[in-house]
């Protein structure tokens, strides 16, 4: 399937979701997530329209951002960033995604030469397999990395279970922004967090009607 296509389909879900709970479709970001494919195809997605793209592992992350140096892309990195790596890459990222531990926010802010916008990753399921702060931790987290004068927290992100579970994974979604919400209400200059980055390919519109604001679609966008 050509991106358009694929593409087309999911803006009417997202139109259709966003009718269902009386939102607007230009609050939400769709993240391309072009992990699984090759840079012909990403350029492909960026023809089709997607500005913003994302990455999981370092190495797909610095070969795509290299190789497309002169496209206008805002570069959103979702996976799991080891401490060690924090200095070949913080500057080319505009969103990271997973912001789960003080020693992280310490190694960007000792690296970064501008500020960096980051959602902090929750545990909202608590699997035992899953990279995030635990729900109760989130809020005295934030406080924690205010001494670092570099990271900006503009919202929160989870990852839903694995599950058929419609329900569960709604009410993972439900808890998420309720949680964004009682950080929002701080006012914590360093932490507006406005944002829910939430929603991946089998489960965005739900993540929409509890209120995402950037969903991460890979194998339903670009393909696997
Ligand atoms: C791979 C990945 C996605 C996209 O997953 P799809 O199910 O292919 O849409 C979204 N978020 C993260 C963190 C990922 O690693």
Redesign the pocket.
Known sequence: MKVVENLQKIKDKIAAACKTSSRNPEDITIIG?T??VTIERTKETIAAGIHNL?E?RLEGFIEKYDCLQDANVHWHF??TLQSRKVKNVIDKVDML?SLDRLSLAKEINKRATKTIDCFVQVNVSEEESKHGIKADEVLRFIQDVKQYERIRVVGLMT?APHTEDKQLIRSVFRQLRELKETIEHQHLSHAPCHYLSMG???DYEIAIEEGATHI??????VG?
């Open positions: 997530v992990k699984y994302g999981n979702i996976g995604h990852m991946m390919s089998n991460r679609i890979g194998t339903k966008l696997k």
